[in-house]
């Protein structure tokens, strides 16, 4: 089936520090991809999202680009900040079906000054 | 910004306790999902719904039910509370048409003692 897989934290920063978070999937087809980060004592938000092979997702200086080849979806932020200490979540929605969000694991971020 | 309410936000209740954990949303979407969050942040989905008296089992199995009579309401029923209940449940609401992208309730802390 379906799956995500991204690195495992903690992740530890100092503030203007260049942050990657690695994610890779496994899916038939070709899923639309996202990344979510949850503050503490929060749901879920949105962060990003792209829909097909080559797009770039973007949103509050964070990037990811969907790359077929590698079957990747890498979080980039080229300066971190303190309140950007968060978990993050990257997720798949297969196009094979009527499924749910497949996510991976989180990854928690935190950011120092 | 999506409107997707829970309530309530924590709950300490004693074993053998009754509880129902409440979801709504004001955006008419026909799919709604709770997650089950551990300590660890790793997200399992317990139950999900793609409309009015439609009802799924998630991933991971849970002793809760929940019932979909109306479009914006989805709540999550635990008929006898044990202290193995003891998480963080998210209820989620997503978009008609793709890419089916969630939006998150603000999540209801239960704590079982």
Redesign the interface.
Known sequence: GDSVTQMEGPVTLSEEAFLTINCTYTATGYP?L?W?V?YPG?????LL?A?KADDKGSNKGFEATYRKETTSFHLEKGSVQVSDSA?Y?CAL?S?SG?T??V?G??T?LSVIA | EADIYQTPRYLVIGTGKKITLECSQTMGHDKMYWYQQDPGMELHLIHYSYGVNSTEKGDLSSESTVSRIRTEHFPLTLESARPSHTSQYLCASSVPGGPYEQYFGPGTRLTVT
């Open positions: 639309s996202f979510y949850q929060e749901g879920l938000q949105l999202k829909t978990v979540f929605r196009n009527n749910p969000l996510f694991k989180g928690r």
